[in-house]
């Protein structure tokens, strides 16, 4: 897709996998692209259907969550796009575990017990439960990846004062508790996932996408216990195929390693797994619509006149 001027528009921002307009400094304008990244490398080939599946599914989960806090979602007018209230979003991501399991697990299986400041209880095996789920942010880099941080050193670095910690954790425990619930009705484990946040004036919103599988992990339910007892590998859901895949053919995304040849076959298995997701997650029959550009454009312009901008 190529890049669109709007009306009024402030700035543009081509991220990993997104497209961000800015109008009149106070909306953006986020278009989910095709675009595939691992190990903070966009792949060579995009992925059909990929930013329709995030965009719907993150729609989806704000608006299931819209009672627990304010988020930034104002309009979705075409399936990849996203138009919404620019916020000052806070410098960290809130990740909320409930179970050891990746990073977490690494940390743990190295003899640490303690996660951005958080105790960790002896004796668990990877992937069991935590006692109650636990946020362990990180700061949100610019360049180069996040870093873990502790409670106390986001309020010592001004990051958020103590009341919007209290605020922004209170949020981060009930929507992960939220999302739990509707995985739960579909058969899923939400495992871990993140949470970015940002403030209009006064007010903390949640922003960005939610609970999708390129920001979340999720469990099959259905054979946990048993794969826990027998110390087997869980069944998950993410996009943790992928990562895999680039590992098995020696990419990491370290200098010096070239990204393996992605075949046609390969593309089109990456755009199913993702359908298998979006239906998974919401239950519902994925409906693919493929836009020109005009018409994506003209959409927009259309929300942002409704929007009175």
């Known amino acids: 897709m190529g890049i669109f001027q709007f009306p ?3 700035n543009f921002y081509k991220g990993k996998v997104r497209d961000v307009y800015t109008i009149n400094d106070d909306l953006l304008v986020m278009i989910a692209s095709n675009r595939i990244s691992a190990f903070d490398v966009v792949l060579p080939h995009p992925i059909p ?15 299931a969550t819209a009672d627990i806090c304010p988020n930034w979602l104002l309009a979705i007018p075409a399936p990849n796009v996203s138009i919404g209230r620019k916020c000052v979003p806070f410098k960290i ?3 909320v575990r409930g179970n050891l399991t990746g990073h977490a697990w690494r940390t743990y299986a190295s003899g640490k017990r303690m996660l951005c400041g958080v105790p960790l209880p002896e004796g668990l095996q990877e992937n069991d439960y935590f006692p109650e789920p636990i946020i362990t942010p990180s700061t949100k880099a610019s360049e180069g990846h996040d ?3 502790s409670k106390e050193e986001i309020i010592q670095q001004g990051l958020a004062t103590a009341n919007e910690w209290e605020q922004l954790s209170s949020y981060a425990l ?10 739960a009705s579909r058969g899923l484990i939400l495992v871990d996932t993140k949470y970015e946040f940002g403030k209009i004036g006064d007010t903390i919103y949640l922003m960005d996408e939610i609970h999708t599988p390129d920001s979340s992990r999720y469990f099959y339910a259905d054979g946990f216990d048993e794969r826990q007892r027998n110390h087997e590998k869980q069944k998950q859901l993410s996009k943790e195929f992928v990562r895999e895949w680039l590992i098995a053919n020696n990419f990491m995304g370290k200098e010096g390693q070239t990204v393996p040849e992605m075949t046609p076959e390969w593309i089109n298995t990456i755009s199913k797994r993702y359908i298998e997701l979006y239906e998974k997650v919401i239950g519902e029959q994925f409906i693919p619509e ?14 942002l006149a409704n929007l009175k901008i």
């Open 147 to 149: 870093e873990d941080i």
């Open 8 to 10: 009024h528009q402030t």
């Open 93 to 95: 991501e809130m990740v």
């Open 290 to 303: 493929e836009l020109k550009e005009e018409e994506t454009k003209s959409r927009i312009q259309e929300a």
């Open 49 to 63: 259907f990929k930013g329709q599946v995030l965009n719907q599914i993150a729609a989806y989960m704000l608006k």
């Open 174 to 183: 009930q929507l992960f508790e939220r999302g739990k619930s509707i995985a």
